[in-house]
């Protein structure tokens, strides 16, 4: 019997060429979209999932709160993993991680060799303990137990030594550290929040090993907890433990919570301070889960349109079935047996086309899955639901749509357009049409907002500006040297020095109001010299820069401060703040602004514009030259800034990077998710108009008597065009106001992400309505254009 029908639906299909053609292209597009975003999201999903004791591990974080207001940070103070361990009993163990220098470069010097890493990280040797970390070379439980050790990737040990046992081999870091290699482990994983490529054991950092303090949250901490141990009763230790260390209330200006390791990924978007670079978007996740599934809906009422119109020239053929026997169960099966066909050779095809826009997703998406990541059990039971749903939708309406009818009403005449058939199949033009159009404004939206970013002012000017790193240089006389030659080239225009830029780094610090010293609000500080602001461009509305020198005996710091500072502060005018102290800023010195500049984005536009501090005081190191250039003939003044540093710092690699280009990664994420929006946006349109397509060459084809008429009458090809067309279109309108309130909606939604959003202009909507009721109509209008040219005697003629 299932033979019988295969070989029935194969002749079917080969008999209706075009349409077989369009739901196989449709059915196929649709697949192979709802598979790599679903491979996407799985790749999202399978996070830090693999580690044996996933379920049991648990970062440390911390909720600072300033001025009534609350930020939660991914790191907690140096005490903190080491008094829990001691203290808790449900905590098996812990281990600190610290960036290299909060983030910056480091560099590597083996000999006459330089590198620079930006993922180098000073760990507790305990990290073997809480994470699958496989070494390869080396003992975990004694590779970062010493000072002064390290374990590299397998990737960065082959870089660093080729062939050769890199064990027991020593590298300098920076002009500080001079490290051992005690072991080798394998290249993590590209689905672990952790991405280091080199781990010097912590204890090396004095600093950060031998000082347990309870007030410098800079740590990011992660424990393990025995299996079971409640994560409510945790946190209630943990916070007994912090008065307890904390015992004055007005000093304890945060607290502390845990946060599941398979939680970090892709909850952490109100969190900062994180470590790592591999972090995810949830809202994200949940943009293409849904993008996925509204893809092949569109592309099953595709399949269900076209076999719903193309069933009802088999009438009779199943009016004649029926009359000879057949049941309703029988011609179900039969049916579904052709969609079970159909679907298997979209299916096919569909991974065909997967294979080939594999490269082209992991452009646009930022990923690197492969054509094996198809092949796991995951995705082969996620592909075998696919195929049930689609097989089960799509073929659903055709199956009981036409058993359902009498052998007598089937066999006397057609169902006319006016039936349930004709207004189901204009249902599912609607549906189609409208995810679509949401789809496009969507991206109108991402695209808006992402222009919006990049044409707003940010309060200074990043353009024409490297930053070029020093931390490797052996002393002050080589970074004095740098500067003075980088002032003799003719293409540098202004030279300062720098902790941080605007867009990273800094130290988070607070102030007291001058109304009420005992409120306090959260401050970005970043040492810097007095040509800052002529280096980015910076305006005073009050004031002047930092002096150029200061004088050893001179204890006071010096400060300039936004305008947002004023505010907070407590003063009226920017002129009032001049000239007044800060007595808590760097606790025991006073700080004195001396001047006030122009509020400037130093952050995301996520964020809004809070207190920022530019400061003389020796408590930070000035890593980067900021340096401004005429960029008329760029390629060469890299060159020369090349050559010089290379003279000038001899033990350093040259490293640097240019602002605004740095500033466009803060938006990565969205940016990756506009784009796969958009890709995919026009693939949803192009199968939803597959499926117009095929309806209007099936309604052009069931009209053929009609038309043929009318031209004998003198119809004209417009009007036969025409007549031919409008009722999609009133279809596509239909659609366009259905998805206008919707698309707002979820849009409006997103906005609010961003503390600095465009408003969703009206003009969308119509340009979009326009646009996808331009597409139907070029869609339908070939094949109304087509009809209407026919030779109305062949058109006569037909049956």
């Excluded at 379920?55 to 103070?77: C, E, H, L, M, Q």
């Excluded at 199956?399 to 052998?407: E, R």
């Excluded at 690699?653 to 938006?667: R, V």
């Excluded at 998710?673 to 309806?695: D, K, M, P, Q």
Aim: with cysteine; charged share 20%; glycine share 6%.
């Amino acid at each position: 019997m299932l033979l019988n029908y295969l070989k029935i639906a194969w002749r079917s299909l080969v008999k209706s060429r075009l349409f077989t053609l369009l739901n196989l292209l449709g059915l196929a597009l649709g697949l192979t979209v709802s598979l790599l975003l679903i491979l996407y999201v799985k790749d999202e999903l399978s996070f830090d999932k693999y580690h044996t004791n996933a379920a049991n591990i648990y970062r440390i974080g911390v909720t600072a709160t300033f001025d009534g207001k609350s930020a939660k940070w991914a790191n907690a103070p140096n005490a903190v993993g080491p008094s829990l361990k001691n203290e808790v009993p449900e905590v098996v163990q812990q281990a600190r991680i610290l960036l290299n220098d909060y983030g910056e470069t480091a560099f590597v010097n083996l000999g006459d060799k330089k590198f620079t890493e930006k993922k180098l990280y000073w760990v507790d040797g305990s990290i073997f303990e809480i994470f699958d970390i496989n070494l390869l070379q080396g003992n975990p439980k004694t590779a970062l137990k010493e000072p002064n050790k390290i374990v590299l990737s397998q990737a960065t040990a082959k870089k660093y030594f080729g062939d050769a046992n890199p064990m027991g081999k020593i590298v300098k870091i920076g002009a500080k550290y001079t490290m051992e290699v005690t072991g080798v482990y394998e290249d993590l994983p590209h689905n672990f929040t952790l991405d280091a490529e080199l781990m010097g054991s912590f204890n090396s950092v004095e600093w950060a090993s031998k000082n347990l303090v309870w007030s410098n949250s800079s740590f990011e901490t992660y424990v393990l907890l025995k299996p079971g141990a409640s994560q409510q009763k945790v946190e209630a230790q943990m916070t007994a433990l912090l008065e307890k260390n904390i015992p004055d209330k007005s000093d304890r200006w945060f607290s502390l919570w845990l946060q599941p390791l398979t939680d970090i990924h892709l909850n952490s978007a109100d969190i900062t301070n994180s470590n790592t670079k591999r972090a995810g978007d949830a809202a994200q996740v949940k943009i293409l889960s849904v993008l996925a599934l509204v893809v092949l809906v569109i592309a099953c009422i595709n399949y269900m349109n076209l076999s719903t119109a193309r069933s009802q020239k088999r009438f009779k053929e199943v009016g004649i079935n029926k009359t000879i026997g057949a049941t309703n169960a029988q011609l179900i099966g039969r049916f579904y047996t052709e969609t079970l066909l159909t679907v298997l050779l979209a299916l096919i095809l569909g991974l065909v086309i997967l294979v080939l826009m594999m490269p082209f997703f992991n452009d646009i998406a930022g990923k690197e899955l492969s054509v094996r990541d198809v092949f796991t059990p995951e995705v082969g039971l996620g592909l075998l639901a696919i195929f049930t749903f689609v097989t089960f939708v799509s073929g659903s309406y055709p199956a009981f749509y036409l058993s359902s009818f009498a052998p007598k009403s089937l066999l006397q005449a057609p169902v006319s357009r006016k039936t349930g058939a004709g207004l189901f199949r204009q249902s599912l033009v609607v549906i189609q049409f409208s995810a679509s159009i949401i789809l496009i404004i969507c991206t109108f939206v991402f695209f808006q907002q992402l222009r919006f970013i990049q044409n707003k002012k940010l309060g200074y000017n990043p353009e024409q500006v490297v930053a070029v790193m020093t931390s490797a240089a052996e002393n002050k006389e080589q970074i004095d040297a740098l500067i003075n030659n980088y002032k003799d080239l003719s293409n540098v225009l202004e030279i300062a020095r720098a902790q941080a830029y605007p867009g990273t780094g800094g130290s988070g610090r607070s102030m007291s109001k001058v109304s009420n010293p005992n409120e306090s609000f959260a401050v970005r500080t970043n040492r810097v010299n007095g040509d800052f602001a002529k280096v980015l461009n910076l305006k005073f509305v009050a004031g002047k820069t930092l002096p150029l020198t200061k004088a050893e005996k001179d204890t006071t710091v010096q400060i300039v401060v936004n305008e947002t500072t004023v505010k907070l502060l407590g003063y009226k005018t920017p002129q009032d703040a001049i000239g007044k102290f800060s007595e808590d800023l760097f606790w025991n010195r006073k700080a004195e602004i001396v001047g006030v500049v122009r509020d400037f984005h130093y952050d995301s536009f996520h964020q809004p514009i809070g207190s920022y501090v530019f400061h003389n005081n020796d408590t930070e190191s000035r890593p980067y030259v900021l340096v401004k250039l005429n960029t008329g003939n760029l390629e060469q003044t890299m060159k020369q800034l090349e050559a010089t540093f290379r003279k000038s710092v001899p033990s350093s690699a040259f490293e640097y990077l240019f602002l605004d280009q740095y500033l466009n990664t803060l938006y990565t994420s969205e940016t990756q998710t506009a784009r796969v929006v958009f890709v995919f946006s026009g693939l949803a349109i192009l199968i939803a108009c597959l499926g117009l397509f095929g309806l209007a060459a099936f309604t052009a084809e069931q009209r053929t008597k009609e038309i043929g008429i009318r031209k004998v009458l003198g119809a004209s090809v417009a009007g036969l065009t025409t007549l031919i067309s409008k009722d999609f279109m009133k279809l596509i309108v239909v659609a366009v106001v259905i998805a206008s309130p919707i698309a707002w909606y979820f849009m409006n939604s997103w906005l609010k992400n961003f503390a600095y959003q465009i408003t969703i202009q009206w003009w969308v909507f119509v340009v979009t309505g326009l646009l996808a009721t331009l597409i139907a109509l070029l869609t339908v209008s070939f094949q109304a254009i087509k009809a209407a040219l026919m030779n109305p005697i062949k058109s006569l003629k037909s049956e």
